[in-house]
Structures are given as structure tokens and as C-alpha cells.
């Protein structure tokens, strides 16, 4: 079968542009209709090993290729007609950006000619993007010459490198096309066939087009670095890890354990990072520092600090380094600056797993009294923290992370949405050795796209589950039409408290609530009526309202192999916000054990 389409130039254009995606490794491409992107429509849909799927809503779309990616480590190339259409999937080209995540943006354009001359769905989309693309072109026009053919190759190779390396990120090809847009034979390609129409032609003319692997990781030598030198003298020291998504989530888990063991500092895990999924691998997690720094507690406070890629959510931990500004080394290979805190802090452009490569041989460092201090803390506050929740009968949101930590099925790859959910799995996420893989968009932090990146997550992959709040999942509610596209099962745990609860936390809620401008309720609040079984019914997908935390459990696990679920659990979000004070305040008053 031949993988070139020779009936007009644009489809030649096209079936190039597939044939290349798809040796380069494209499995999944995520496409939008419209008229003008047909050529690279048309191409993708018929390509036998490319699976090409439709989506109506742009910003939905975007955001369901950008979980694939998330799952997948490699661009998902998105398609869409020319216009305001691009400019939906900005969004999720923002999180791709600031998380790190490869993305192939293709918007199909109008050629020169019919720009900047009010001809209709035209907007100017070169450079749409701003910076935030790690690369970004606009392609020639469609062009039955050999010449033009291997610049479009080549172009679409380097694209995709320029996604993955030499850190992942958005690539954006803006594609004109002239008519006719459809695939009908024109003759516009003849001459050009009738030259290649030999025998082994296409073979030759991609053999150069293979699957792009990283470059293979550096060892180094750590006893003739200083930072290692100045590390091992140091018995004050902490490690942060913040929020992750690395590729193996193991070897992750246990670069970080060996570099722990070996410098004998205490590792303070972000609930978004796997570490508490593989506490097993590692004797110096700590998961309740955020409870533990709220009190001044001089005997935890470091004296140097590694930062693991970005600063976990916490706000005491935050507050407590910009008060303290320790020695801190910024372990990222990321080139961005990592350090909102300003802190003096030097960058080693370096992964953990690269760096534990390095780490030498030999006994690990005995545990230091200060290293003692943080795990007897963390054995006090977590024993508390565990048992409260274990007793507490009625429905209290921070619980549902605690209790999915606890019966959700080994290894689940489990999203969770942004706002109020994030910070109780930073709270609440208790250690584990269950290996759940934890999703996230955390580069913008937005609510927007959220259950639409889920599904990505969820497509053709272990049964997936998302925690989410009500205003999230309505914010993206239009994702529920990826429900009959999906290839497997996605369970949302969907907590309802009828409107914003990450506000009750701010000042404003006070204020608001005293009279003073603006209201409360309506300006942050944003409480919302919504009957979820309704809007559910309406996409024909399963609803379920959780009746307690024994149903919780029989709902989670097994989870169901195919298929879409809403279990709605129904909150007080004001009596929330205050329980989670007074538990806070309890924790955090527990005397000291020296």
C-alpha cells in the first residue's frame, strides 16, 4: 500500500505529513473539524496506523491530547481549522508549556493571499502562541516538488524533536492551504508521480525518518563536585519533592530513596509526587510537614535544602523558607528559574535519577539527631492525623483523599483537579505502597480542561480515576463528549459542595462576609444548583450518589474496565473549611517529642 496520496497536491501535502508523524512513532492524534485543516484530517483518519479522533469542542480537545501526552511521553499532534479555533487550544498549550509536557499544534490557515483582507475565519495565528512554544514555524505552502517534499519531512522531524527535547514543551506549525481542500484529482500532481512512480521510491525517500530517542544520560563523578562535597558535611538538610510526573515513576522513587539514605536527610513529598505511593522504598519520608510547620519548631528548621524540580503546594513549607532562606541546590534540568522564593539558590541542570547514577558506593551516613527529630514528628502527627479521619463518620472532603490512598486498586493512574482537591491530597495523602500514579495539571494550576485532560489520561490505559470539585467539572463539562470515544474506564469522584470551597481558606471570605465589598457568595463562592444525574443522563453516562465510606470503597475497587462513572459525594464546604481548621490547629498544637 502506498502511503502517499497522489490525487492533489494538499493531499499529497497531508499524506506526507501522516507517513512522517507516523514513522516518527504516532500512534494517537487528536483532530477538530473545519474545512480548512481537511488535507491533515483526511490524512490522519486514513492512515492504518494512526488512530485519529474526533473532537468537537477546540479547548476540549486540547486538553484531552495533553493528557494522552501526559500518559504517553510524546506529542499527540492537534489539529484544527483556521480561525478562532486556535486560539481554544491556548489553554492547554499554556499548561504543556509551564508543565513540561510534548505537544504538536497544527492550525490549519488560509494562504497569503486571503489574509488581512477580511476574507472569512482568518485571523492572524502566526505566532499566536507568544513565547511559550518551544518551537514554532509557519510551513511553506503545499508544493508537488521533491524539493518541497523533503523541506516538509524534515520540518515535521525537527518539530517533533523540538517537543521532547531539549525539554519537553509545545510545538506549534501553522499550515496554509489553497484550494481545493478536499482529496479529488486535480492532475495538479501528475508530472510529479509519473517521475517517482518507481519501484521502492517511498522507502528510500523515508529512510531516514526513525523514532526520536533521548540522548543517553551523563554519569558524573559526584565526588568531584562541590555541591556533593558541601552536601555531605551538611547533617541540616532537607530534601523537597515537589510535584512530579516522571516517566518511571519507580526508578524516580528510588533515585530519591538513595540520595535520602546516603546524605541521611529527611525527604518532605508533596502529595503530587509519587513518593508517598512507594513510601516502602524510602525509611526518611515525611508527608505531614505542612502540619508540623505551622507551629515554630526551630528543631526542623534546615540549614540546607535540595528543591527537587518545582516547590511543593504547601504554604507553611513556603513561608517557613522564605523566613529561613536556607543554602538551596534546584535539582531540575529544566533551564527555567524554579525559585519564587529568591532564596540563594543554584540550579544543577540535573534529573534525580541522573544524579543518583553518581551517587558512590559505600555505607550510607548514620541517622543524624536532626534527621531523628523529623521522623519522630512525623510518626506523632501522622498517628494522629490517621486515627481522627479513621473515627470520623460523616462525609468531610479531606477524608476522600485519605480514604482513596487507602482503596484505590494498586497502581490506578489517579488525576487530580486543581483548587481544594490538590491541597487535601497535599494534607491528607497519607504514605503508602500502593504505586497510584498521580496526575496533574500543575504548570498553570488552572481548573479549566480538567476532566478532558482525565479522559487523555484514561484513554487506552489502566482503569483512571479523577478527584475533582463541582466547578472544575463544570468548568469543563463539555469533555463529557469524549465519553464515546474512550477506550477504557474513567471513574470521577465527584465532590459537590455547590460552589468555590478553595476560597473559604482566604482572607476574602471573612471580609465578604462582614458586608464589605464585594459580596462573598456571588463573587467567589460562585455557588452553583447543577444536578449532576441530569447533565449526566443527558451524555448517557453512569451516576451514582455515594451513600458513606463503605459504599466509597465497594465503588472503588474493583474499578469497572470500560466506561464512564460520576460517584457524587454531596459536602458542606463552609463546615468544611472550619473542621479543617480546628484539625489543623489540634495537629499542629500536639506537644513536641524531642
Known amino acids: 500500500m502506498k502511503a502517499l496520496d497522489w490525487r492533489n497536491t494538499n493531499a499529497l501535502w497531508g499524506s506526507l505529513l501522516a507517513e512522517t508523524l507516523s514513522r516518527l512513532g504516532c500512534r494517537l492524534a487528536v483532530v477538530c473539524p473545519g474545512s480548512r485543516s481537511a488535507p491533515i484530517t483526511c490524512a490522519l483518519a486514513q ?99 521533491l524539493g518541497q517534499l523533503s523541506y516538509l519531512r524534515q520540518t515535521l522531524i525537527h518539530a517533533w524533536e523540538r517537543t521532547l527535547y531539549p525539554f ?48 543517553p544520560r551523563n554519569w558524573i563523578n559526584l565526588n568531584q563536585q562541590p555541591f556533593w562535597q558541601e552536601w555531605q558535611r551538611c547533617e541540616r538538610g532537607v530534601i523537597l519533592a515537589g510535584p512530579a510526573q516522571p516517566q518511571d515513576p519507580h526508578a524516580y522513587a528510588e533515585a530519591v530513596a538513595r540520595l535520602a539514605m546516603t546524605l541521611a536527610w529527611p525527604v518532605l513529598a508533596e502529595g503530587l509526587s509519587p513518593l508517598r505511593n512507594y513510601a516502602h522504598l524510602n525509611p526518611y519520608l515525611i508527608t505531614t510537614y505542612d502540619l508540623l510547620l505551622r507551629r515554630e519548631r526551630p528543631p526542623l528548621w534546615p540549614e540546607q535544602v535540595i528543591q527537587l524540580g518545582s516547590l511543593p503546594t504547601s504554604k507553611e513549607l513556603r513561608q517557613t523558607l522564605a523566613a529561613l532562606r536556607p543554602r538551596t541546590w534546584r535539582l531540575d534540568p529544566r533551564p527555567e528559574n524554579g525559585d519564587p522564593l529568591h ?56 477524608k476522600v483523599a485519605w480514604w482513596l490512598a487507602q482503596h484505590l486498586p494498586a497502581h490506578t493512574p489517579l488525576f487530580i483537579a486543581n483548587s481544594t482537591p490538590v491541597r487535601d491530597v497535599e494534607w491528607f495523602w497519607p504514605p503508602n505502597a500502593r504505586c497510584i500514579q498521580p496526575y496533574f495539571n500543575r504548570g498553570a494550576n488552572g481548573i479549566d480542561g480538567l476532566l478532558s485532560t482525565a479522559f487523555g489520561v484514561a484513554h487506552r490505559h489502566r482503569p483512571t480515576v479523577l478527584l475533582t470539585g463541582d466547578l472544575a467539572f463544570l468548568h469543563d463539562s463539555n469533555g463529557l463528549q469524549l465519553s464515546r470515544h474512550l477506550q477504557g474506564s474513567l471513574t470521577v ?30 463573587y467567589f463562592a460562585t455557588p452553583q444548583a447543577t444536578d449532576f444525574a441530569l447533565l449526566c443522563q443527558a451524555h448517557g453516562i453512569d451516576h451514582c450518589f455515594v451513600q458513606g465510606w463503605e459504599h466509597l470503597a465497594q465503588c472503588l475497587d474493583p474499578l469497572p474496565g470500560q466506561g464512564v462513572r460520576i460517584l457524587e459525594i454531596l459536602t458542606d464546604r463552609r463546615a468544611d473549611a472550619d473542621y479543617r481548621r480546628q484539625l489543623f490547629r489540634c495537629l499542629a498544637d500536639l506537644p513536641s517529642n524531642p
Open 47 to 145: 492512515h492504518p496506523d494512526i488512530e485519529a479522533i474526533p473532537v468537537l469542542d477546540e479547548r476540549s480537545a486540547a486538553f484531552f491530547a495533553l493528557g494522552l501526552a501526559q500518559q504517553h511521553r510524546q506529542p499527540i499532534p492537534l489539529v484544527c481549522t483556521s480561525g478562532s479555533a486556535a486560539a481554544h487550544f491556548f489553554p492547554a498549550l499554556l499548561e504543556a508549556a509551564e508543565s513540561g509536557i510534548p505537544m504538536l499544534i497544527l492550525t490549519a490557515d488560509r494562504p497569503p493571499e486571503l489574509r488581512h483582507c477580511r476574507s472569512g475565519q482568518t485571523l492572524d495565528q502566526l505566532k499566536l502562541y507568544g513565547h511559550y512554544p518551544n518551537w514554532q514555524a509557519e510551513l511553506a505552502l503545499p508544493a508537488a516538488d
Open 168 to 215: 519537553p514543551g509545545p510545538v506549534h506549525l501553522n499550515v496554509p492551504f489553497r484550494d481545493p481542500l478536499a482529496p479529488v484529482a486535480d492532475g495538479s500532481t501528475e508530472a510529479l508521480a509519473s517521475l517517482l512512480d518507481e519501484p521502492g521510491f517511498e522507502e528510500t525517500f523515508f529512510q531516514g525518518v526513525t523514532p526520536w530517542s533521548t540522548p
Open 493 to 522: 469522584v465527584l465532590i459537590n459542595n455547590r460552589g468555590g470551597g478553595i476560597f473559604e481558606f482566604l482572607p476574602i471570605a471573612e471580609v465578604g462576609r462582614q458586608g464589605v465589598d464585594p459580596p462573598f457568595e456571588p
Open 343 to 398: 532564596n540563594p539558590t543554584t540550579h544543577i541542570p540535573l534529573a534525580v535519577e541522573d544524579l543518583a547514577m553518581g551517587i558512590p558506593g559505600g555505607e550510607a551516613r548514620a541517622p543524624s539527631h536532626f534527621l531523628q527529630t523529623w521522623l519522630r514528628a512525623e510518626a506523632q502527627v501522622r498517628a494522629a492525623l490517621d486515627e481522627t479521619l479513621a473515627n470520623l463518620p460523616g462525609w468531610f472532603e479531606g
